[in-house]
């Protein structure tokens, strides 16, 4: 593999589309109360078919479909090809549906039966299973296309951008006739949905639907009519983008790819680490005139943990029912309010109430379901309605609570303006906070606009390097910048020395080594011979500097202000 920098060129600031840096952190609330650690669950296990060699040797990507059923896989009844409602949902299988489309021109496209019936019949223990399926998938392709009914398509959807690990495409479709009528839908939407998939434009977007050559985002888009082929909309917010021939559109980005590359991209609710037995019954009560609160009641004895409210207006709920919630918060029962007009924000909340913001309530329930699954802490479930659950964007201005005249100041503003690096959700940069190696090598690969494939990481602790680095880490090992220990480790969390940020910035400019140099730092002596070229030479063009008493300092931690200023005068150094 090749990868190219291109240490001359400004970046766009659209950047965000790409790897961003970190937050150094994650949310709030990911704390004690969330069962993540437990012991190793028994996950099942599926059989993903591997890419074949003729694919392997193909330059296009590789799609895997995973497919489920639904009216995409319906055959019409009685042969009658002109009926549109009266069918079989779930009856042919994806490799022969494949098998009749066009050879795709963007794509090498494989299949992977999970199933084959309506969307309505799966359980959620059965979505528990697609999840990990999907990202069984992930593991091995370039990205999915997911095939199921257009009934509960939007709840299936937004579960899997809930849970799906992978920031690789995944990609929603399915039809609103059945596959062997006159005029169906399903041939046109399967194939451009692999091409939205292959187009590889929704990495890092989270889970989207792809229908009738309109892309949504899982967690905003609805069914809006029972028939009609246009039935998928987000409301207020619209489409993500379209599919006009040959070109995949993408005309706005949702708040979960402005986090590209962040730790907080990847939400907590991590299958692997529960049993699907631990997803808690949630359900919905319907708000209406007089309503009673007879379901509320039947809910709560029959199990539920949780319960969404589909309220009129602002969320507003009958006294009767307002009597069974308040009675139902007393048994430890979680409520989340919704509206039922299909768009609009609700806030508020309080004892035992939590405001679901613009989630309809279908969307609600997946998240409430899988909130609970995780914690039994009200304030954590609430914490991550209003962080995960709203993915609200933040106005990045690159001015920050803690960067007034701060030495590094100028420098921090530009990096964020490049799309290198990144404030914390609370408006402040932290600027004197120390940096990991893998934090780093995320900034420093950002910076040089890497593109193509980065290698297998074949490190011993490969695992513990973050999905949001390990991109950058590939690329960096590939382009020889960095390197791991004698003990063959990466040691993604370690606080980042100054002599090995030095030489990754020198490995990554190409200079040239120079045997037997002398830094002129006071401590030369306790500069690391191997590093030693590498500070004489990035000093030499100003790129860092040394500390007090004019020493180096060459086993001390980097700071994000340190790095980021050393890493904006290596693009300032590298221009002609």
């Known amino acids: 593999m090749i990868v190219l920098f291109h240490l001359n060129g400004r970046r766009k600031l ?41 694919h392997n040797a193909s330059p296009l990507p590789n799609v ?125 939407n399967l194939y451009q949905a692999i091409k939205v998939a292959g187009s590889n434009k929704t990495k890092w977007f989270g889970t989207v639907v792809m229908l009738n050559d309109v892309i949504h985002a899982a967690r905003e888009v609805t069914k809006s009519n029972a028939h009609r082929m246009d039935t998928f909309e987000t409301p207020m917010f619209g489409a993500l983008g379209y599919v006009d021939d040959p070109a995949v559109r993408i005309y706005r980005m949702n708040a979960r790819a402005l986090k590209a590359g962040q730790p907080d991209w990847a939400t907590p609710f991590d299958l692997r680490t529960i049993s699907k037995d631990e997803l808690p019954m949630v359900e919905i009560v319907y708000n209406y ?43 430890g029962v979680t409520f989340v309010s919704t509206t039922r007009t299909g768009s609009g924000s609700i806030d508020g909340g309080g004892n035992g109430i939590i405001a679901g913001d613009n989630l309809n309530p279908q969307h609600a329930r997946m998240m409430l379901m899988l909130s609970l699954a995780f914690s039994d802490d009200f304030d954590t479930v609430k914490q991550w309605f209003e962080t995960i659950g709203t993915q609200d964007i933040a106005a990045e201005d690159a001015f920050f609570g803690d960067t007034a005249s701060h030495w590094a100041e ?121 590093a030693k070229s590498a500070v004489k030479a990035v000093s030499a063009k100003g790129i860092v500097q040394g500390r007090v008493n004019n020493k180096f300092a060459p086993n001390d931690t980097a700071t994000r202000a340190e790095a980021v200023t050393a890493i904006m005068n290596m693009l300032e150094a590298s221009k002609p």
């Open 289 to 331: 005139q007089e309503a009673g609160g007879g379901a509320i009641r039947a809910l709560v004895e029959d199990g539920a943990k949780g319960i969404v409210t589909a309220g009129t207006g602002a969320g507003g709920i009958s006294s009767k029912m307002s009597a069974a919630r308040t009675e139902a918060i007393k048994q």
């Open 410 to 530: 100028a420098a921090i503003e530009a990096a964020v303006a490049a799309g290198i690096v990144k404030g914390y959700p609370d408006g402040m940069f932290k600027p004197n906070l120390t940096v990991t190696r893998s934090e780093f090598a995320v900034m420093l690969m950002n910076a040089l606009d890497a593109e193509g494939e980065g290698a297998s990481l074949t490190f011993t602790d490969a695992g513990k390097i973050g999905a949001w680095a390990k991109e950058a880490v590939s690329r960096a090992v590939t382009a020889e910048i960095v390197s791991g220990y004698p003990d063959g480790s990466f040691r993604p969390g370690a606080s980042i020395t100054r002599t090995e940020m030095v030489s990754m910035l020198a490995k990554a400019m190409m200079l040239e080594p120079e045997a037997g140099a002398v830094t002129g730092f006071a401590d030369d002596r306790s500069i690391p011979v191997w």
């Open 14 to 54: 659209l950047a965000p589309l790409l790897a961003l840096a970190l937050l150094g952190a994650l949310l709030p609330g990911y704390d004690a109360s969330v069962r993540a650690e437990q012991a190793a669950q028994a996950l099942p296990t599926f059989a993903i078919p591997p890419v074949s060699e003729a």
């Open 64 to 188: 895997i479909v995973v497919a489920t059923g639904g009216t995409i896989a319906g055959a019409a009844r009685d042969g009658d090809k002109t009926n549109f409602q009266n069918y079989a949902a779930g009856t042919y299988p994806m490799a022969d549906m494949v098998a009749q489309l066009p050879t795709h021109e963007t794509a090498d496209v494989s299949t992977f039966q999970f199933g084959n019936k309506g969307s309505g019949g799966y359980a959620i223990k059965e979505l528990y299973d697609l999840s990990l399926a999907v990202d069984a998938a992930l593991a091995i392709y370039d990205s999915a296309v997911v095939t199921t009914g257009t009934d509960t398509m939007e709840e299936i959807a937004y579960f899997l951008d809930l849970t799906v690990r992978s920031e690789k495409p995944v990609v929603v479709t399915g039809a609103m006739r059945p596959w062997d009528v006159i005029g169906s839908d399903g041939p046109a």
